[in-house]
């Protein structure tokens, strides 16, 4: 993963591991050996269930809590001994962020550009995420969506070069969600380096350059959407008529790198090349006169991939399975 | 102030930056403009007779001075200690230490940056009550002005610090009137608000002036009434050997909150 010719990571870990209470069965460690890389200018996600230890992660690297072993670096710096010259560079927004529920957004604004060397205009970071029109309201007020926006706006204030954002789409509305997506976007092509942990996959798919997915304090995948997704097959599902009369002694044509799972008179296909496989099917189907009942084509999905990982630590194999339909269907 | 040109934020703008906010907030909490405004005044008047018992059997004593001196303690205990305790842990319980933690202020920063307020409100009554005193009682000048200050800013310090522990006891706004009993309680009874040092027998007197919040306390009655009880003013140069050890042991107790406070402070709510 690191190459010379590359730049320095934006943010990198090595063996991270970060362990709550004491030693032993006593205690719950979150993290398990992480290592990771995310260039400047990335947009990275991290992925995993409730749980797999997104957050926990990302404290550490924001330089919230320590790690119990290992090394982290944030553009080159320690995020707690370094913490005086990293903050101003950094955004960050957590899961569920605080404000006082009696100031107003300007207020609440106008604190936290206090505390914020280099700040932009307080009404133009709440306009950044829409809350411009509510800038009088008082933070109590605020639905959850609009509360998570101007966590967002707060993290945003600073013009950071490294966002950190834990599951900022959270509790929004489509809507809105799309907005954030916009703007999260936006962000990414000025060249601000973006991490995020999220469970929403089309959120990961969406916006990510690299993803990686944990479950029980590892990465257990990661790459780019691309590589993430090639290690999963696509599927093809339907449904095989009654075995009566010319059908009686019909037989899948044998598909290559293909496995086979029945279900009663359910079929699925896993393969890796999607529309050969497709188009091998429906000549079969063609040739024989089958009808294909409740026909379903569909190429490898994040969620599949994210799937497979909660369902296991390791990457799921499908048992292969003959591509013959027997008696016993 | 939000001008978009200025460069790198320093302490001093972020403690502004916190207090300001903090001040609006203490301005729209109305039980605590209650409690910050109204009860320090109205225990003024309980604690006159209070003291007029208790010269009955100590001669000598001023009660006009001590009732001065015992107000401005217990306006540090309301508006600052209770408060604080309070405000602080409001801030915890609504995420908002934890949030201020992400950013670029420090966590001495943070915690005093949201005393800030209700200090100078303490400071500000603590000057009306010295004005309104020298006014209507015919109070002498303070006897060594340089004590009282130094008696205000280490109260104002221990107790800051003092609030911030408490508070990392209190689960609820609504419990912190249990929390800050026992302290309070020692206080008035202990540090010589409510039953001056000198009507007590010399071992019970001895022994309180080891608590927490009488030395600095009695720094304020020192520097004012020129004396520690046991006799008549000493004057600017003479209050100086009365109030070495208190000044001494003021600062060790305010360092000593200040340490604990940073070891045990809690900045999320417990889950």
């Known amino acids: 993963m690191t190459d010379t010719s590359r730049p320095r990571p934006a943010v990198e870990a090595r063996g991270l591991h970060r362990r709550y209470g004491p030693s032993g069965a006593n205690g719950f460690e979150a993290v398990r050996g992480l290592d990771l890389d995310v260039a400047p200018g990335e947009l990275f996600a991290l992925l995993g269930t409730n749980g797999a230890g997104k957050t926990s992660t990302l404290e550490v690297l924001e330089g919230l809590a320590g790690p119990s072993a290992g090394e982290v670096r944030v553009l080159g710096l320690d995020p707690r001994r370094d913490r005086a010259a990293l903050r101003p560079r950094i955004g960050i927004m957590l899961q569920e962020g605080g404000f006082p529920g009696e100031l107003t957004l300007a207020e609440t604004g106008r604190c936290w550009a206090g505390l914020t060397t280099g700040a932009r205009a307080v009404d133009e970071a709440l306009d950044l995420v829409g809350l411009l029109p509510r800038r009088t309201v008082r933070v109590k007020q605020l639905s959850g969506g609009e509360r998570r926006r101007l966590d967002l706006a707060m993290a945003l204030l600073g013009r950071p070069e490294v966002l950190f954002l834990d599951e900022p789409s959270t509790g929004l509305d489509p809507e809105a969600r799309a907005s954030v997506w916009r703007l999260i976007r936006e962000l990414r092509a000025a060249g601000t380096t973006v991490v995020l942990t999220t469970h929403y996959l089309e959120e990961a798919e969406e916006l990510a350059d690299r993803l990686a997915i944990m479950h029980h304090g590892r990465v257990v995948t990661g790459g780019t959407v691309a590589e993430v997704l090639a290690a999963h097959p696509a599927r093809i599902g339907f449904e095989l008529p009654e075995r009566t009369g010319a059908h009686a002694a019909l037989e899948l044509p044998p598909l290559h790198g293909t496995t086979v799972g029945l279900d009663g008179r359910r079929v699925l296909l896993r393969t890796p090349d999607l529309q050969g496989t497709l188009t091998e099917l429906l000549g079969w189907a063609a040739r024989h006169q089958v009808e294909l009942a409740r026909l379903d084509a569909r190429s490898a999905s994040l969620e599949e991939a994210f799937l497979a990982v909660a369902a296991s630590a390791a990457p799921t194999a499908a048992p292969a399975a003959p591509s013959q339909i027997g008696r016993a269907a | ?271």
Not at chain 2, 5 to 23: D, H, N
Not at chain 2, 235 to 241: C, L, P, R, V
Request: charged fraction near 15%.
């Open chain 2, 1 to 271: 102030m939000t001008t978009a040109a200025a460069p790198a934020r320093t302490p001093l703008s972020r403690l502004a930056a916190l207090g300001r906010a903090e001040a609006t907030l203490l301005r729209r909490n109305r039980t605590a403009v209650f409690l910050a405004l109204v009860l320090p005044f109205a225990l003024v008047g309980s604690l006159r007779s209070i003291l007029r018992a208790a010269a009955e059997h100590t001669p000598g004593m001023d009660v006009n001075g001590n009732l001065v001196t015992s107000s401005m303690g217990v306006v540090l205990l309301v508006v600052v200690y209770t408060n604080l305790t309070t405000a602080y842990t409001a801030r915890r319980n609504e995420l908002v230490l934890k949030r201020l933690r992400t950013g670029e202020a420090a966590d001495a920063e943070i915690l005093l940056g949201t005393a800030f307020p209700s200090i100078a409100l303490a400071l500000l009554q603590c000057l009306l009550l010295a004005v309104g005193g020298a006014a209507l009682l015919d109070l002498r000048t303070p006897a060594n002005p340089l004590l009282v200050l130094a008696g205000l800013a280490l109260s104002a310090l221990l107790l800051t610090a003092l609030a911030a522990l408490s508070s990392a006891v209190t689960k609820s706004v609504e419990t912190a009137g249990i929390t800050t009993l026992p302290l309070m309680l020692a206080a008035q009874f202990g540090s010589g608000l409510m039953i001056p040092l000198e009507s007590m027998p010399d071992s019970v007197a001895d022994l309180c002036r080891l608590l927490p919040t009488t030395p600095a306390l009695q720094l304020l009655h020192i520097g004012w009434l020129g004396t520690d009880g046991t006799g008549p003013s000493a004057g600017f140069a003479g209050t100086w050997g009365p109030a070495a050890l208190p000044l001494l042991l003021a600062a060790a107790w305010a360092g000593a909150a200040a340490w604990a406070a940073r070891r045990w402070f809690r900045w999320e709510p417990r889950r």
